[in-house]
């Protein structure tokens, strides 16, 4: 089972910040936070992960409150190809690393 | 730089009849190998992994099998397929290493009819 949860769906218009939520209280002090989108009829791509602090990279910023109950996926300046399949997925990133997907939140970004 | 492979993109088969869809990685040695099914509108199920040549382990209990011959190579089979085998798979690797990301194949979109 999952163990987190998202928004089933969520719109933004382009070129404005897409804030993403996900719940993870559950989450365990070796899980680390990752978020994947597929666009659709498309692989997952990996977006970002993280493990308490903040990260940031070239496609977006991962900001994790600090008792790491919930996290924010933020995409700066969204485009109509941002429009895809959010996951926000928890693992203690193990050697196997394998991940458990849940259905996400679509992101649609509105011209 | 590492390429993964799945084919093929698409496959109409008949219930009953055998399954075999490949996937190949290029560019690294030793990853870990996953298969991951997606039904119409649902979220990615892991269906298998593997962390070495011959080592497969089956997340869920089904009608499908995976075999991984050659050290880059998954293979997704069934001998006869169910009508609730239709689906998108996706078949992904990652290094061998802890916390490390999944890079997935463009899919095979299986329609068993």
């Known amino acids: 089972d999952a163990k987190t949860t998202q928004p089933t769906s969520m719109d933004c218009a382009e070129g404005r910040a897409a804030n993403l939520p996900c719940n993870h209280s559950t989450i365990s002090g070796n899980e680390y936070v990752y978020w994947y989108r597929q666009i659709h009829s498309q692989g997952p791509q990996y977006i970002i992960h993280g493990l308490k602090n903040n990260e940031t990279n070239e496609m977006a910023s991962l900001i994790i409150t600090e008792d790491r109950k919930s996290s924010t996926l933020i995409l700066p300046h969204a485009t109509l190809r941002d429009t895809a399949v959010y996951y926000c997925i928890v693992s203690d990133g193990g050697a196997t690393n394998k991940l458990i997907f849940g259905t996400g939140t679509l992101l649609a970004v509105q011209p | 730089s590492q390429t993964i492979h799945q084919w093929p993109a698409t496959l109409v088969q008949p219930v009953g009849s055998p399954l075999s869809l490949e996937c190949t990685v290029e560019?690294?040695?030793?990853?870990?190998l996953y298969w991951y099914r997606q039904a119409a509108g649902r979220g990615l199920q892991l269906l298998f992994y593997s962390v070495g040549i011959g080592q497969i382990s089956s997340e869920v209990p089904q009608n499908l099998s995976a075999s991984r011959p050659q050290d880059r190579q998954f293979i997704l089979s069934s001998k006869k397929l169910l009508l609730s085998d239709s689906g998108f798979y996706l078949c992904a690797w990652s290094e061998g290493r802890t916390n490390e990301k999944l890079f997935f194949g463009s899919g095979t979109q299986l329609s068993v009819l």
């Open positions: 560019g690294t040695s030793n990853p870990n």
